[in-house]
């Protein structure tokens, strides 16, 4: 699990806590920033999501390479996600709302 995805979580009831204490309280700034901290835990949250996404899937595909003996491509899938990690996450990202769009579809 992605550090991420702990952050994010944590934020996330970090935020509930502040929203529920400005509900009891009429504190409406900070129900307003437990709502905010909910919101950066989602995308905390997703982004490490995204994250393990694109590992597992390079991980699979190396898997794949290295079955199939192509084990050069398998470092370079490797490698190119170490060194360019945003366009890794915006890859996986576009995969998954394309699986999401199929599966809404079945």
């Known amino acids: 699990m992605d550090k991420d995805r702990v952050k994010g979580s944590a ?3 970090k935020g509930a806590i502040k929203e529920a ?3 009891l309280t009429g504190d ?5 920033e437990g709502k905010a901290d909910k919101l950066k835990g989602k ?6 999501g995204a994250k393990d996404a694109v590992k597992e899937a390079a991980k699979k595909l190396n898997h794949t390479l290295d079955r199939a003996g192509i084990g050069t491509t398998g ?3 490797r490698h190119a996600v170490r060194t360019r990690p945003l366009e890794a996450v915006a890859l996986a990202a576009g995969i998954g709302a394309m699986v999401g769009a199929l599966i809404r579809r079945v």
């Open 21 to 23: 204490a400005g509900d």
């Open 28 to 32: 409406a700034k900070l129900k307003a």
């Open 75 to 77: 470092s370079a899938v």
């Open 43 to 48: 995308v905390e949250n997703a982004v490490g």
């Open 11 to 13: 934020d996330q009831a």
